[in-house]
């Protein structure tokens, strides 16, 4: 028992490998600098390699639909309410409603507007939004107003303006001619 402690002392004593310390070296070399480029598109997608596996080739995304702007655009279809040189009571209130088609692309929402343009606002306030509608549809247009006082022929122009207050479409008139209230007997 004696020889087998002592051989196995030994085979653990040689197996056993002394690791010599090394002092700290200090290596002192410029750094590399890397360059970052930023690319114009966006990453395409990919896999990454791992050792001893191949890549099959895989099916290309299909490229993403671009947005394209929507224009907007009216047009013009008839006087519904107050035809063009109707003859008006002095003061008397109308209620002025023009049919149009939206003919652009966009859809009106809240944010489209029609605002006075030019001539006789005839009392209403300058701006209304528009009733909302969908491209291809038609539309309403109806502004409350009050005819002037004295007699004469009076005109006013409406326009139609994009949520960005950009004018579109034909512009919308309103032609009247007012006439002296008869007294009623």
Known sequence: MRHTLIFL???????ATVTP???PVTVTRPLPTAT??????PPTPGRTVEPGFTLIPTTPLPPTATSVPCTSDAK???????????SIN?????????AV??????????E???????????????????????AGSEAI???????PIAPGDYSGKWQLRDPKGKAFGEVLFIKIKVVAATATP
């Open 101 to 110: 088609r939206n003919s652009g692309t966009c859809d009106w929402g809240r």
């Open 141 to 147: 247009i109806q502004i409350s107003m009050t005819a």
């Open 21 to 23: 310390t090394l002092p």
């Open 9 to 15: 002392g030994c085979l653990l004593a040689s197996c």
């Open 112 to 134: 489209y507007r029609v605002v006075f343009a030019e001539g006789s606002s005839m009392g209403a306030a300058n701006e209304h939004a528009l009733y909302p509608a969908k």
């Open 36 to 41: 970052l480029t930023v690319a114009a598109s």
């Open 76 to 86: 013009f279809l008839r006087d519904v309410t107050v035809p063009d040189f109707s």
């Open 90 to 98: 002095g003061g008397a209130i109308m209620d002025k409603r023009w």
